[in-house]
């Protein structure tokens, strides 16, 4: 006899069914576990929890991208780069892929005929920009700031699309806010970044992101400068393996090469850890999948790492990178823990004070 399906379980179920099942026809939707639930702490802001008990190896949350680009060295020669068709987004295999008929970039490809025609609206919206500004970007500027002026590009092109259809995108799920709305609500302000980091982000927009025929928007160049630091503190780069392993296997295993970029309207909400207890990775259609890396108590807040855990493990080392990269010092436990006591760091080293 075999006993009825619990209603976590009947949800799982469906879920691995929803992950198998989808197909280019079929715009991917997001899914959060019933348990996991988003809560705004005073200080810290947005965090998400476990309202109940979550098994370790329980899928958390399966996001779908806003804006997703493809991070490559070499487009003419890599499997890795992705069909821009965001209903698609997997890797397309040299030889065996669309380029853009105008020319635009080598990194814009599709994988069939049909994505091509599903992407069209939204490719139109971004063409003219790429086949004017790639290049001089490029060289000017280098890979890393063309790469977050694309993805600003590809936001407003979803942006866009979403004001046309005069509603938010469909894949508002209950509990959790998504399109446009959702972005708009990320943490991160020209506040948190350096005076100099925001001077050279302006410069950049009033050259290369005002709206005009171009590029057509209504946001002044303050609001897309706004749009970037908020981008910038919460993008997630794509990785073939998983990020926040941890503890950290031995020997370590590193999360491998970059592939894209993109950003996610519910797993933004995710703060660091430096002993997470989620894992993140993207499946094959750029969703970002979390994973319950342990057993979580209700109550408990859930958090991924930022970073390659197996690349960075001293605190000084973790704590440099997070204040660089995402403007705060980590308190998380494990940085707690490993903090010099008083009497080893500052109080034998205190001049005497008479
Ligand atoms: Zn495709
Ligand atoms: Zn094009
Ligand atoms: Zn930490």
Redesign the pocket.
Known sequence: MTTAPSTVETRLLATAEHLAGSHHSNPPAPWVHPHLEQDVVPVKGRQLRASRPIRKGELLLVDVPYALIPVVDDPASSDALLCSNPGCSRPTQCGARIS?P?N?IAD?VWCTPACQGADQAR?GFE?TW?QRYAAPVRAKWGEYDFGMLWLIVRILAARQRELQRDQLDDDTTPRFQGGWDAIQSFCGSTESWSHAQVRSWTALVKKYLRSGPALPHDLTPDEIVALICREEANSFGLYPRETGVFPVPEPPVDRGDQYGAAVYPRAAIANHSCSPNIMHKPDHQGRMVFTASRDIAAGEECCISYFDLSKRVELKERRDHLQGLFRFICGCDRCTAEEPSVEESDWVGLPFVE
Do not use: Q, W
């Open positions: 853009c105008k635009c814009v490719h063409c790429l």
